[in-house]
């Protein structure tokens, strides 16, 4: 079932239209990949899925009981954000928020689900850190454990892995398979690792000068793949 439905889209910032005439639908399960050259629109698109932005024109959907604020979300972080002086336990917790409503303190329930997911991004020897003292790998798996808070459904991973060496990279990237494959949790992860999306995903939405929506297998057979993948566009 589709959970996500892009009819006519397009996207934009002060009034200037940088995307247009976007179609694409994301199903439970799927790892959506979105690719595509700087400056093409998928930060855009990613914030316009979480409703931080509104398109220009066209129509955004969600179904299977998927609502925006139920939706897990990994930004790229600026400098002032790495340094950010809270303990992982605590960035973690933050996550659940959205449940809390009106309530000025987590309840038992959201304390448990953040336990678990510091356990499950093997985070529990941090427990207490500094979430500034961390490595850039460490932090952005406390800032998974933080969107899983949020979501047992869907995530929004922009870049997850800039800025981190190969090592890191593999582990991040196992990971986020793990939560796709096992928990069932659908993933929509902006790269510009080519060979990762195709990896990983199961589907690829190319967006730029020409965009294309479609499986793995269609995109390595069509034009624009070859064109990306040598940097020509």
Known sequence: MAQLICENLALGYDGREI????????????????????????????????????????????SDGLSQNEIGYLPQQTLVQRDFPASVWEIVLSGCQNSCGLRPFYNKAEKQLAKENIKKMELEPLVNRCYRELSGGQQQRVLLARALCATHKMLLLDEPVSGLDPKVTAEMYRLIEELNKKDGITVIMISHDLDAALQYANRILHIGKKVFFGTKEEYLKSEISGVFAKGDE
Not at 19 to 46: P, Q, R
């Open 19 to 62: 995307l247009s005439d976007l179609n694409f639908s994301v199903d439970a399960g799927d790892y959506l990949c979105i690719v595509g050259e700087n400056g093409s629109g998928k930060t855009t698109l990613m914030k316009t899925i979480l409703g931080l932005q509104s398109p220009i024109s066209g129509k955004l959907s969600m």
